[in-house]
């Protein structure tokens, strides 16, 4: 049963507690749908506190229908509500529109958890979504922290986002909604194959399913989170490291060059990531050939010499020090 399983991941992860505020980002489609219900299933359990938010990115002519949608949705369930809508495509003239998209979504639910003192965040990422992730990143190419995938639960800038049915598939989700005879909206963008994930949800993974493992969807939701795992593990140890041997300046992080380069291989590419989302704060254009362009610099080039990388990162190798710096 779905709701037993639900329950299941979300005590095995630990991502609800008793008297928990909870902002549930719902969209208007199937997952984020079947999360509320699901959730609202446990409320009196945990004493959970649930509060709804949609964000409307006016990307379609009938975004208005969803919004409209989810507001009845909060009445039937009689949950508080925030909404707010804002121009895409306008914003995606600065950018790519996915993670314009992203960024803004993200930036609405911190509001909402900050305006209703809430510290939990949930999204309906299902395990569908996971091997989908996982798939993409690596046909794009992707080191460990890509291959971590989607997490059940992440801490960032004082919150903590959940995502129960990370444990669920789409298939179940599907089922739970129609036994309930749970109405939701369909975004019919999903269902072409322009996007590259779309792709592999319709094309790729029915082909892995079918000729090599049936349980693909499973294997690469293990593996992701095997790596996740492993990859906070070196992250920690990185970060440690960073702390003792980087010199923090004010446009510049410095390392003595000589310790720099008794680490691990693993640890050096990490400070070097560590020190560009310092200086930048984020990791945006920066690419695996530019870590090697950057061990070309350290192991090959002659001293004094400089790399210089997108959005005006610079990487100086001196007889002492290994420098990165913003200009």
């Given at each position: 049963?779905?709701v037993?399983?639900?329950?299941?991941?979300?005590?095995?992860?630990?991502?609800?507690?008793?008297n928990?505020?909870?902002?549930?980002?719902?969209?208007?489609?199937?997952?984020?749908?079947?999360?509320?219900?699901?959730?609202?299933?446990?409320?009196k359990?945990?004493?959970?506190?649930?509060?709804?938010?949609?964000?409307?990115?006016?990307?379609?002519?009938?975004?208005?229908k969803?919004?409209?949608?989810?507001?009845?949705?909060?009445?039937?369930?009689?949950?508080?509500?925030?909404?707010?809508?804002?121009?895409?495509?306008?914003?995606?003239?600065?950018?790519?529109?996915?993670?314009?998209?992203r960024?803004?979504?993200?930036?609405?639910?911190?509001?909402?958890?900050?305006?209703?003192?809430a510290?939990?965040?949930?999204l309906?990422?299902?395990?569908?979504?996971?091997?989908?992730?996982?798939?993409?990143?690596?046909?794009?190419?992707?080191?460990?922290?890509?291959?971590?995938?989607?997490?059940?639960?992440?801490?960032?800038?004082?919150?903590t986002?959940?995502?129960?049915?990370?444990?669920?598939?789409?298939?179940?989700?599907?089922?739970?909604?129609?036994?309930?005879?749970?109405?939701?909206?369909?975004?019919?963008?999903?269902?072409?194959?322009?996007?590259?994930?779309?792709?592999?949800?319709?094309?790729?993974?029915?082909?892995?399913?079918?000729?090599?493992?049936?349980?693909i969807?499973?294997?690469?939701?293990?593996?992701a989170?095997?790596?996740?795992?492993?990859?906070?593990?070196?992250?920690?140890?990185?970060?440690?490291?960073?702390?003792?041997?980087?010199?923090?300046?004010?446009?510049?992080i410095?390392?003595?060059?000589?310790?720099?380069?008794?680490?691990?291989?693993?640890?050096?590419?990490?400070?070097?990531?560590?020190?560009?989302?310092?200086?930048?704060?984020?990791?945006?254009?920066?690419e695996?050939?530019?870590?090697?362009?950057?061990?070309?610099?350290?192991?090959?080039?002659?001293?004094?010499?400089?790399?210089?990388?997108p959005?005006?990162?610079?990487?100086?190798?001196?007889?002492?020090?290994?420098?990165?710096?913003?200009?």
């Amino acid at each position: 049963m779905i709701v037993k399983k639900f329950k299941k991941f979300i005590e095995d992860y630990n991502l609800v507690e008793r008297n928990d505020k909870i902002v549930v980002g719902v969209s208007g489609g199937p997952d984020s749908v079947a999360l509320l219900y699901l959730l609202n299933s446990l409320k009196k359990e945990f004493f959970l506190s649930l509060h709804i938010a949609h964000l409307d990115h006016r990307l379609r002519k009938d975004s208005y229908k969803d919004v409209e949608f989810v507001k009845k949705l909060s009445q039937r369930l009689n949950l508080p509500i925030t909404t707010a809508k804002i121009n895409i495509k306008e914003l995606a003239k600065k950018g790519s529109i996915e993670e314009i998209s992203r960024n803004a979504r993200l930036g609405f639910l911190f509001k909402v958890a900050k305006d209703i003192k809430a510290k939990k965040i949930a999204l309906g990422h299902n395990l569908d979504d996971q091997a989908e992730t996982v798939l993409m990143r690596i046909l794009r190419g992707s080191g460990l922290y890509g291959l971590c995938g989607i997490l059940p639960k992440r801490n960032l800038y004082g919150f903590t986002i959940i995502r129960p049915l990370l444990g669920i598939t789409r298939r179940e989700i599907d089922a739970y909604l129609k036994k309930r005879k749970i109405k939701t909206r369909q975004d019919y963008t999903n269902l072409k194959d322009i996007y590259l994930r779309n792709r592999i949800r319709h094309k790729l993974l029915p082909i892995l399913e079918k000729q090599y493992n049936k349980n693909i969807k499973n294997i690469l939701a293990n593996m992701a989170e095997i790596i996740g795992y492993d990859y906070d593990c070196l992250l920690k140890l990185a970060q440690n490291v960073f702390l003792k041997k980087a010199k923090i300046l004010k446009r510049k992080i410095e390392f003595n060059f000589k310790e720099f380069l008794k680490l691990e291989p693993a640890l050096q590419r990490m400070l070097i990531r560590l020190s560009i989302y310092r200086l930048k704060g984020n990791l945006r254009r920066f690419e695996f050939r530019h870590i090697k362009e950057i061990e070309g610099l350290i192991f090959r080039r002659p001293i004094n010499s400089v790399v210089d990388l997108p959005q005006g990162i610079s990487v100086i190798k001196n007889k002492n020090k290994l420098i990165i710096s913003i200009r």
